[in-house]
């Protein structure tokens, strides 16, 4: 063999090992948190039973939990950012201007809903409609309020900035059609602030530029329009003072292990709303799937909010509206905690791209569930 073949096939396992090598010693001093949002797959077992799927078990367990992996992945986006403005990801879309957009197709699949091309059929609209119906007679039978909030996506409501190769198939998208055809064909009132964050976008920045979410401006918006709707007492942004607090990242730019390069985005704040009115946190589980605040609200009714993220930005407004609110994630709530709260007002908070989940909604009812 020659030298430089040798040469050649040295360097090449050194190449091949050093980073393992390196990593058993510096993986205490270098960053291995999970950026996926999922279980990492674990080292499988060896054995004749599962010889035909070990090989790819164990590179599920590999690509997972490949030495330094955050550090390449991190060091490929931003190659691919600075030299071919693109992202090399299978949840992260990245827009006009660095904005980040969501994209997991098993995650809601909001390029879906951006696109216009996953609207329910007539038949299925006129199934949720009898679904939402039932629950809404279920819990008037019990004198509690049933409200349909929906919130848009970020993709739809800064279209602006998505990609141009991602084509729009039609005007309408799942949210409008929803709010539309269960306002007009039920008594539900249906809270979906779509025209009120766009005219306020005019003037502020209402969805966060790296996360999924909407800003503090668009849940105080989305607030004060359930506000309206359930005590007929509103603010307005006018009404207030916006300010703008600091820098940030977000969830999105997480994914991609980029947050000290996505840094830049604003954090607002809102001060001088109902400042006399005193707000109480009375519970909160560690994970946040229950809170529970309690105020000296001029209406002193109860009021539930199943709710998914998009409520967070809401967690400083809906309280001083109310003099009991309860937030229950919809993945933790059971329809026994109605029971258990006795709640004057039932919210459904959905964002967009978890519309569908209004077609499983189920409440307890005489022993049997509604399905």
């Given at each position: 063999?020659?030298?430089?073949?040798?040469?050649?096939?040295?360097?090449?396992?050194?190449?091949?090992?050093?980073?393992?090598?390196?990593?058993?010693?510096?993986?205490?001093?270098?960053?291995?948190?999970?950026?996926?949002?999922?279980?990492l797959?674990?080292?499988?077992?060896?054995?004749?039973k599962?010889?035909?799927?070990?090989?790819?078990?164990?590179?599920?367990?590999y690509?997972d939990n490949?030495?330094?992996?955050n550090?390449?992945?991190?060091l490929?986006?931003l190659?691919?950012?600075k030299?071919f403005?693109?992202?090399?990801?299978?949840?992260?879309?990245?827009?006009?201007n660095?904005?980040?957009?969501?994209?997991?197709?098993?995650?809601?699949?909001p390029?879906?809903?951006?696109?216009?091309n996953?609207?329910?059929?007539?038949?299925?609209?006129?199934?949720?409609?009898?679904?939402?119906?039932?629950v809404?007679?279920?819990?008037?039978?019990?004198?509690?309020?049933?409200?349909?909030?929906?919130?848009?996506?970020?993709?739809?409501?800064?279209?602006?900035?998505?990609?141009?190769?991602?084509?729009?198939?039609?005007?309408?998208t799942?949210?409008?059609?929803?709010?539309?055809?269960?306002?007009?064909?039920?008594d539900?009132?249906?809270?979906?602030?779509?025209?009120?964050?766009?005219?306020?976008?005019?003037?502020?920045?209402?969805?966060?530029?790296?996360?999924?979410?909407?800003?503090?401006?668009?849940?105080?918006?989305?607030?004060?329009?359930?506000?309206?709707?359930?005590?007929?007492?509103?603010?307005?942004?006018?009404?207030?003072?916006?300010l703008?607090e600091?820098?940030?990242?977000?969830?999105?730019?997480?994914?991609?292990?980029?947050?000290?390069?996505f840094?830049?985005?604003?954090?607002?704040?809102?001060?001088?709303?109902?400042?006399?009115?005193?707000?109480?946190?009375?519970?909160?589980?560690?994970?946040?799937?229950?809170?529970?605040?309690?105020?000296?609200?001029?209406?002193?009714?109860?009021?539930?909010?199943?709710?998914d993220?998009?409520?967070e930005?809401?967690f400083?407004?809906i309280?001083k509206?109310?003099?009991?609110?309860?937030?229950?994630?919809g993945?933790?709530?059971?329809?026994?905690?109605?029971?258990?709260?006795?709640?004057?007002?039932?919210v459904y908070?959905?964002?967009?791209?978890?519309?569908?989940?209004?077609?499983?909604?189920?409440?307890?009812?005489?022993g049997?569930?509604y399905?």
């Open positions: 063999m020659k030298k430089r073949q040798r040469i050649f096939i040295t360097v090449f396992i050194i190449a091949l090992l050093a980073p393992n090598i390196l990593f058993f010693f510096l993986k205490g001093y270098v960053d291995t948190r999970n950026f996926q949002k999922k279980k797959s674990e080292k499988p077992t060896f054995s004749f599962n010889i035909c799927i070990y090989p790819r078990q164990y590179e599920e367990y690509d490949i030495a330094f992996k550090q390449f992945v991190k490929n986006n190659i691919n950012i030299f403005h693109t992202i090399s990801s299978e949840r992260v879309l990245l827009g006009d660095n904005w980040l957009f969501y994209k997991d197709e098993d995650d809601g699949d390029i879906s809903d951006y696109q216009r996953n609207l329910f059929s007539d038949q299925q609209l006129s199934s949720l409609k009898d679904r939402l119906e039932k809404e007679a279920y819990l008037k039978n019990k004198n509690i309020k049933f409200v349909l909030f929906l919130a848009p996506d970020k993709e739809i409501m800064y279209s602006e900035h998505m990609p141009s190769n991602i084509k729009v198939e039609g005007n309408i799942i949210a409008d059609q929803t709010a539309k055809y269960i306002s007009e064909n039920t539900i009132p249906v809270i979906y602030p779509k025209s009120e964050l766009l005219e306020a976008k005019k003037k502020y920045q209402i969805y966060y530029k790296y996360d999924t979410h909407w800003n503090q401006i668009g849940g105080f918006i989305g607030s004060q329009e359930l506000a309206d709707k359930l005590t007929g007492n509103r603010l307005y942004l006018k009404d207030v003072k916006i703008d600091s820098k940030c990242s977000g969830d999105l730019a997480n994914m991609l292990n980029l947050t000290s390069y840094n830049d985005d604003k954090m607002f704040s809102i001060s001088g709303f109902h400042d006399d009115i005193k707000v109480n946190l009375v519970k909160k589980t560690a994970d946040e799937s229950y809170i529970k605040y309690e105020s000296n609200a001029l209406d002193k009714r109860k009021i539930l909010v199943i709710r993220s998009f409520s930005a809401m400083d407004y309280p509206n109310f003099a009991s609110t309860v937030f229950i994630h993945e933790s709530f059971k329809p026994s905690d109605i029971e258990k709260e006795r709640p004057d007002i039932i908070e959905g964002v967009e791209r978890y519309i569908e989940k209004l077609q499983s909604f189920t409440l307890y009812n005489r049997r569930y399905n």
